[in-house]
């Protein structure tokens, strides 16, 4: 049971490029969530998804999107990275709401 | 939406000592009150929770109390530990976007010196 996932650890990239920052659960959560890190600024709220197909914005959703299309996996893609971006992003999952959120390692991007 | 304000952003106790970290809400429909840990380079993990219908809820050396009335809750560690130094982070169940999601507070930088 690895718990939640997430790919790559550290990404640097250029200012315009895109990419897919991954996260996978196997627990059969229903409940996943993106979420960036900034310094003095706790963790803010990207997007989240209450089950396949269903998903929802956040505090923070420009620049991103989101998709659920199983119940395993729910990828945040940069369509054009702004220095803005570099952040520390957490993926998360709960079983239901209200209950404890799992969150993966982290992943740290930089975009220059 | 939901605002939650956590204080203090740094706190420094002596081994021993007791810490205490307040944070208040806006959302009066808040239900949900999560207390996470985060110690350096590593991912949050849930502490402690409480929700709406408790006053207080201790776990060993942890306690977190809640005023629904007054908006505000707080986490309580006595007999503090070099390894609770870390990072906590308050976190309150709000409605957005017509569904339950966490706002979270600042966080607050815990230092326990030996």
């Known amino acids: 049971n690895a718990g939640v996932t997430q790919t790559p650890k550290f990404q640097v990239l250029k200012t315009g490029q895109s990419m897919t920052l991954q996260c996978a659960q196997d627990?059969?959560?229903?409940?996943m969530s993106w979420y960036r890190q900034d310094p003095g600024m706790g963790l803010r709220l990207i997007h989240y998804?209450?089950?396949?197909?269903?998903?929802d914005q956040g505090e923070v959703p420009n620049g991103y999107n989101v998709s659920r299309s199983t119940t395993e996996d729910f990828p945040l893609r940069l369509l054009s990275a702004a220095p803005s971006q570099t952040s520390v992003y957490f993926c998360a999952s709960k079983v239901a709401e209200n209950t404890e959120a799992f969150f993966g390692q982290g992943t740290r991007l930089t975009v220059v | 939406g939901e605002n939650v304000e956590q204080h203090p952003s740094t706190l420094s106790v002596q081994e021993g000592d007791s810490a205490v970290i307040k944070c208040t809400y806006s959302d009066s429909a808040s239900n949900y009150f999560p207390w996470y840990k985060q110690e350096l380079g590593k991912r949050p993990q849930l502490i402690i929770d409480i929700r709406s219908n408790v006053g207080e809820k201790k776990d060993q050396r942890i306690a977190v109390t809640l005023n629904k009335t007054a908006k505000h809750f707080s986490l309580h560690i006595t007999e503090t530990q070099p390894e609770d130094s870390a990072v906590y982070f308050c976190?309150?169940?709000?409605?957005?976007?017509?569904?339950?999601?966490?706002?979270f507070g600042s966080g607050t930088r815990l230092q326990v010196q030996p």
């Open positions: 976190a309150a169940s709000s409605l957005t976007g017509g569904r339950r999601a966490l706002t």
């Open positions: 998804s209450v089950g396949a197909g269903i998903t």
């Open positions: 627990m059969n959560h229903e409940y």
